[in-house]
């Protein structure tokens, strides 16, 4: 999924903020830098995700006969793929 990188930076804002408020953790970086590392980390997820994706389309792509995007027969093997890539990786 496409997310913009100033979405991808309220998410480590939001993040960094809610950690910061949390009695129970001790950090020893300032919030720049858990921001810093939170967007780091999600946009490495995103990454990843896309990556899979693609995989789990690509799989549709190749079967023998056309899969309409869209169709329940679609939807089923995209979660099937996507669940088994996910697998694949360990994710």
Do not use: C, P
């Amino acid at each position: 999924m496409r997310i913009s990188r100033d979405k991808v930076n309220k998410l480590a804002h939001t993040v960094a903020d809610t950690l910061a408020e949390v009695d129970e953790a001790e950090f020893l970086e300032d919030r720049n830098t858990l921001r810093q590392e939170a967007r780091r980390i999600l946009e490495m997820l995103l990454t990843e995700e896309t990556k899979i994706d693609a995989a789990a389309r690509t799989k549709i792509s190749s079967q023998q006969r056309i899969i309409l995007e869209g169709s329940q027969e679609w939807d089923i093997l995209y979660r099937k793929y996507y669940n088994d890539e996910v697998k694949r990786l360990g994710i």
